[in-house]
């Protein structure tokens, strides 16, 4: 009877130490590849965005410069007076 337990707690301690050492690691880089498209593309939506909220700023900022010379030009003409 001692035998047979030994047997089966090594047996155990065997395949624990394989699952832990071998099919976890394995499992974790399947799902890095498998994931890797999902990754990339949610990357490109990110750049995508920032782009467009780049565009948005350097077009506050246009909007901005046009202003101030709009600004400018009333207060030379008010000098001039």
Known sequence: M???FCEAALSN???????????KPV???????????DNVEKLREKKDELADARDRLLQKIEDAKSRLLLIENVARK???K
């Open 13 to 23: 301690s065997v395949g624990t130490l394989v699952v832990e050492c071998v099919v």
């Open 78 to 80: 008010r000098v001039k």
């Open 27 to 37: 499992g974790r880089q399947f799902d890095y590849v498998h994931r890797f498209h």
């Open 2 to 4: 001692g035998c047979g």
